[in-house]
């Protein structure tokens, strides 16, 4: 078995390919032949030692997907040769969120999967669509999930409603495709002419670029005639949620994501003018997952990928993804 691991946490130099001893599955465990993986903005957070306190030797990365070459003698959920992927929470099967389903979060308190080979408990694994590659497939646990659930959360998208995504990020991506599979029309925000087109290539109905348009709340509530947006995909953090509050319908549902802007950002007094729900997303149960899946084979929606890089490269995939230049997904295929 080969794996990258984080040395040095705090070290961004420290990811480093070692040689690891053999692994066999236990009685309801499988042992996955790693095919491929994707990146998100965590896993270059764990790496830069932001936020994140990870153990030296940690094996990075949340995402991956590959096919199953051994099962333990009780395994019932899956057979050898199956291709599957494992879930962000290996405690979350389904229901609502509890503590206990989120302390562990794979690719940063326990190993995650940027390896040759993994053994991973059969209640977490979730099978692949057919018409989707290892690459594609392997773009699915974290953002896509996470999209999925922002969407169809308590008060779901439906057909007319009118969805506002920030940027070309991999959630974003996923919430403009999957929006648009709900009959939605979308907004996007972006700082380039050149994603402003991509987006619209993909399916976004208008696009706002917010160098251009600063206070884009006030354009977004204009192209909605003074209404504003149903759902909003809030993946800057803190720092924009007050322009989101301003942009919101009444009874707009705003799903809260990322941490990308300043926190100092914020007014208080935003919240309290508005008549919408922010709700918090921690990407989603395997129930979720599968749930998702249905939806994907169902349309054969194929994710957006941006670049592509051989294992034996990984570190150039993280530097691609810090330079932020990228629309859609970057994942690492294995040789």
Known sequence: MQAFSIEQPGNPNSLFLKKRASITPGAREVLVRIRANSLNYRDLLILRGDTFNVRPGLIPLSDGTGDIVAVGDRVTRAKIGDRIAATFFPRWIGGRVRPGYISEQRGSD???????????????????PAHLSFAEAATLPCAALTAWSALTGPVPVIAGDTVLIQGSGGVSLFALQFAKLFGARVIATTSSADKAERLKELGADDVINYKDTPDWEFAVRK????????????????????????????GGQIALIGRLTKVEDFDPSALSQSVSTVRRITVGSRDGF????????????RPVISRSFPYSKAMDAFRAFESRSHVGKIVIEHE
Do not use: F, P
């Open 110 to 128: 326990v190993d995650g999967l940027l390896c040759s080979h993994a053994v991973i408990s059969e209640e977490e694994i979730v099978h692949l």
């Open 290 to 301: 599968d749930a998702m899946n249905r939806a994907i084979a169902a349309q054969q929606l």
């Open 223 to 250: 192209r909605t005639g003074g209404l504003g947006a149903d759902h909003i995909v809030e993946v800057g953090g803190l720092g924009t949620l007050t322009r989101s509050l301003k942009a919101s319908a009444v």
